[in-house]
């Protein structure tokens, strides 16, 4: 089944569209790689930033577990190709390619240590392990580019390590939340909201790190990405991480900000640029996790409290909360069935602050009192004139709580879980009787159909005699048509008369001591039935050892396989084919007649073993048949302690088994 499986068009268009996106990715990797190579400043041994770092990483994550290595392997080999693309020696880019891949690999590896294949930031211990994931990462490619760059390009290994680190660390932690995003929308899109902080962010950053701009102002646009961070959903604040890096890193370029050398701050304006969209990302991820698992924990404690909720207000049992006030009791929380118990002793008044309160004072509620103060947790009780709860059995516990000594109060009618014991017991005294009357009409209707197959069969057997003195005389082409028709049909009725006889004697369990080769029989049956299967154009195709002997009867293996054999010509087009197979084990024999035909679904395989049941494609195709044939397969098998079983496939065809112990052959007894 996994086989074919494996081989649907569904899952072969799956396989091609994943290696197609993972040859595009591997692609994309190449394009940024040579790209920012060829953009890097003329001075510097490594790129400002490296956006190829985030879609390797990516690619690596969205890869099964399993394939990971050979992504990995692709990075290292496009990595590779497009460093030397853009102007970098051999053995200096495939260093590189091992360090990008090194990265991609020890970040995802991080990332999916510990839960889901591919986690999702809706919980904040998924932002702290992406940050921590991105750090080490940022780290190995940093150490490593460093290292290379020392060796064979005689380079500083500090401010290489320093530089590389912030900008694949910027990369990795702007690109590889897309892949993170939860799949279940958590927030609402306000479209009013959005546009006016979308206008609001735009203005700051304008505003700070525009051209001519050298204030140290670059903590202002942080409250309006918080905004977008706490209030929108996961992918809008990440298109605006991107848009603010973008937006800086261009901005600044052309002269603006306080990250531009001109500004004074000192240091390389692109590392100063990558700390700076460090924290910022860091900060949005960490916020929109935190967001986010809020907001799912918020909905599972709302769902919680429906369901509890809507438990307490629809129960059959009286529920009360209440609180300790003087004599009595504040009513808190009250179902319908509770209400209606302490409605003569309870009454709205108002609180003083415009709310109204329900207090609760009576005989009843005295009486839990007394139950609290002895600490007895439960009691019964007799409403007075009150016939819909006759008797109550209230249950008294206390809840812990820190506003006021409160309690939980049930009020359990007796009565009227008596009365339902009584229905259910009048209901199961009708179902027996029931039963009884379906046992009887079934023990009617067997003895009419043994009495009338009894009846039945002297006439038909005389019939069947003269037919057959009938057909020794010398008759014309109408007579000897004729007389073979009530022949056919005559003997038809017989055999119909004869399963109907065995279908209503009782079973003897006892081991039968008549043996048969089953193989024979099988033979036989297959070789008498060979007009009927060349009528129809279907081939029967038997295969059997010489000699298997079993512990039953010939003449009922005969009507077992007859029945059997018939059904699967019946049932298989012109052109089909018919397997019977006869095997055996240590222990048992085995028989299987397979067909080619209709096949059947599992509804009609569950009543094809009843008597008189005719399946509806038989019906519609005009199938002959009385459906009495399997039953009598089933009764005779059962007889003799053997088993019966089916297999079958709509539009296939259908495998019937049968599983025979084995007898002793009498040429060895």
């Not at 809507?310 to 059959?316: A, N």
């Not at 004599?327 to 302490?342: K, Q, T």
């Not at 295969?543 to 018939?566: F, G, Y």
């Amino acid at each position: 089944m996994s086989g074919s499986q494996l081989g649907t068009p569904g899952v072969q268009n799956k396989v091609l569209i994943s290696s197609l996106s993972t040859l595009i990715s591997l692609f994309v990797v190449f394009l940024l790689g040579w790209g920012f190579v060829a953009l890097a400043p003329p001075d510097s041994h490594v790129a400002a930033w490296w956006p190829a770092a985030g879609v390797s990483t990516l690619l690596v994550l969205r890869l099964h577990r399993s394939h990971r290595a050979w992504g990995v392997l692709g990075i290292v080999i496009v990595t590779a190709i497009s460093n030397m693309v853009g102007g970098r020696d051999l053995v200096v880019s495939l260093f590189f390619g091992i360090a990008n891949a090194s990265e991609a690999w020890i970040v995802v590896a991080i990332l999916t240590q510990r839960g889901r294949a591919r986690p999702a930031l809706d919980q904040l211990a998924t932002a702290y392990r992406l940050c921590i994931a991105v750090a080490a990462g940022a780290i190995v490619i940093g150490l490593l580019a460093g290292l290379t760059i020392v060796v064979f390009d005689g380079g500083s290994l500090v401010p290489t390590w320093i530089g590389v680190s912030a900008a694949h660390a910027t990369a990795v932690l702007i690109i590889l939340p897309f892949a993170l995003i939860p799949p279940q929308q958590l927030a609402k899109v306000h479209i009013v909201e959005i546009t006016i902080q979308f206008i609001l962010l735009v203005a700051v950053l304008f505003y700070v790190f525009g051209p001519g701009r050298s204030l140290p102002l670059s903590f202002l646009p942080l409250p309006v990405i918080a905004w977008a961070a706490f209030r929108f959903p996961t992918r809008v604040a990440l298109f605006e991480v991107v848009g603010i890096a973008l937006s800086i890193s261009f901005l600044t370029s052309a002269g603006g900000g306080p990250f531009d050398q001109s500004g004074g701050v000192g240091g390389d304006p692109s590392t100063l640029i990558q700390i700076f969209l460090l924290a910022v990302t860091s900060f949005v991820l960490l916020a929109a996790s935190s967001q986010n698992e809020h907001r799912i924990v918020n909905a599972r404690l709302a769902d919680r409290e429906a369901i509890l909720r809507g438990g307490f207000v629809g129960s059959r049992v009286g529920l009360l909360i209440v609180e300790a006030f003087r004599h009595g009791f504040v009513v808190l929380e009250s179902n319908e069935m509770a209400s209606a118990v302490i409605a003569n002793e309870s009454d709205v008044i108002p609180d003083g602050d415009g709310e109204v309160i329900t207090l609760w004072d009576g005989a009843l509620a005295a009486r839990v009192n007394t139950a609290v103060r002895q600490r007895v947790d439960q009691f019964s009780w007799q409403p007075l004139n009150d016939s819909a709860h006759s008797d109550v059995d209230v249950l008294v516990a206390e809840l812990p709580s820190s506003a006021g000594t409160r309690f939980s109060i049930q009020f359990v009618d007796t009565s009227a879980a008596m009365r339902t014991a009584e229905a259910q017991q009048l209901a199961l005294e009708q179902e027996q009787a029931a039963t009884a009357r379906l046992t009887e009409l079934s023990r009617q209707k067997e003895e009419f159909v043994a009495s009338a197959s009894h009846e039945l069969r002297t006439p038909i057997t005389s019939i069947i005699g003269y037919v057959e003195l009938l057909e020794e005389e010398q008759l014309d082409e109408f007579q000897a048509s004729s007389v073979a028709t009530i022949a056919r049909n005559a003997r038809r009725l017989a055999d119909l008369v004869e399963d109907l006889l065995e279908l209503g004697r009782p079973r003897d369990l006892s081991k039968s001591s008549s043996t048969s080769n089953l193989s024979q029989v099988a033979a036989e049956v297959a070789q008498s039935l060979e007009p009927f299967s060349e009528v129809n154009a279907i081939a029967v195709a038997l295969s059997a050892p010489d000699q298997i002997t079993v512990a039953v009867p010939a003449i009922d293996l005969d009507r077992i396989l007859t029945n059997l054999m018939t059904n699967a010509i019946k049932f298989t087009p012109a052109g089909g084919s018919i397997q019977v197979g006869v095997s055996s084990t240590d222990s048992a024999a085995v028989v299987t007649v397979s067909d080619s035909g209709l096949g059947m679904t599992a509804d009609v395989v569950e009543h094809i073993f009843e008597r008189f049941y005719r399946a509806p494609e038989a019906e519609a195709r005009g199938i002959t048949g009385t459906g009495l044939g399997l039953p009598l397969v089933q009764g005779l098998v059962s007889k003799h302690h053997g088993i019966v079983g089916v297999e079958s496939t709509v539009g296939e065809g259908t495998t019937f088994t049968v599983t025979f112990p084995l007898g002793v052959s009498s040429e060895t007894s």
